[in-house]
């Protein structure tokens, strides 16, 4: 088992020896969400499908090791086949980089690589409908909604603002997928990309998946939507007040900024990346107006602006870090 983990990676749960020809594998990265991951795993071993998979799970807490007793509990129970390791370099990246290397190098059956994060639910037929899309399309890339579940009831309203909404209403081919919470992956596609598969210069700002998803599209990949593929996320009310929503939408202007950085690989190109920047400001203004008409809620309104705002703060340097914790004390 030793031979196909890091050097700096330690595995510390799985359910026995693993069958190599396991052909689909679901990850998930984890950190400081034990109850939640508990919530996640059971949904995982209560999907509806006569398919074999295993799941690899990634702890990024190498101090606290929250996740590690959940972890425990499911793969030695044998509720799910499958291992948990630890991730010692903390990060978003890190840690969803280690969960598909590893899966890669535990499964090498695998074809197909599912993820969710440790604050979801999946719907009970998820995996066989992510799956049965990824078959019966060929896409490279299979995506699907993930739904928010507000703790606080009266925030319902937001399921409509950009942090919320998923990207596609319908089933079909789609240009770009672009978060990670909830999608499948071919084999092949990790075949073809350069290493680290997620960027680590995005690992603690997020994004990651967007500019992974946006390296697919230029290599010619194909992607689909599975609409009725779904998972739900859980909000707590500390992500619906407004100072988080408009970190999000700072987050995903400076996101937009770095992944358009890397494809201006000229001067005269930056030049032009500067000036569309620059244009987005007003032009921001004239979409919160509209979204202010058409919404009618302020804060969905506020997002254009705030995304404009997010990729001028981060062409001087700054920009939130969501994914760095704060220090850990034993």
């Not at 007003?282 to 919404?295: D, M, Q, Y």
């Amino acid at each position: 088992m030793n031979q196909i983990l890091n050097a700096s990676r330690e595995l510390v749960a799985t359910s026995g020896p693993l069958d190599p020809s396991i052909d689909i594998v679901v990850c998930i990265p984890g950190f400081r969400r034990p109850q939640h991951l508990r919530l996640t795993l059971e949904s995982l071993a209560n999907q509806r499908t006569d398919r074999r998979f295993a799941v690899v799970l990634v702890e990024n807490d190498a101090l606290r090791r929250e996740n590690v007793p959940i972890a425990i509990e499911f793969f030695w129970t044998g509720n799910i086949p499958g291992l948990c390791i630890v991730e010692p370099r903390q990060g978003n990246c890190q840690a969803i980089n280690a969960a598909f290397e590893t899966a890669l190098a535990a499964f090498p059956a695998a074809t197909k690589l599912l993820m969710i994060d440790d604050d979801e639910i999946a719907s009970p037929e998820w995996l066989e409908r992510m799956v049965s899309a990824a078959e019966a399309t060929g896409a490279d890339l299979v995506g699907g909604p993930v739904l928010p579940d507000f703790d606080d009831d009266l925030k319902c309203g937001l399921r409509r603002h950009p942090a919320f909404r998923p990207a596609y209403d319908e089933s079909g081919p789609v240009p770009i997928i672009y978060g990670c919470g909830n999608c499948l992956i071919t084999r092949r596609v990790f075949e073809q990309l350069a290493d680290p598969v997620f960027d680590l210069k995005f690992n603690f700002l997020g994004g990651g998946d967007t500019d992974f998803f946006v390296r697919c599209r230029q290599a010619g990949m194909q992607f689909h939507w599975a609409a009725d593929a779904v998972i739900t996320e859980t909000v707590p009310r500390s992500r619906t007040n407004p100072g988080w929503l408009v970190v999000r939408g700072l987050r995903i202007g400076a996101i937009n900024y770095h992944i358009e950085v890397k494809a201006a690989r000229t001067v005269w190109a930056r030049a032009r990346l500067l000036a569309k920047m620059l244009a987005m400001l007003p032009l921001s203004l004239i979409r919160a107006g509209r979204l202010v008409i058409t919404e009618q809620k302020p804060i969905i309104a506020l997002h254009p602006m705030t995304v404009a705002v997010g990729s001028a703060l981060a062409a001087i340097g700054i920009e939130p870090q969501p994914y760095k914790a704060s220090k850990i004390v034993q």
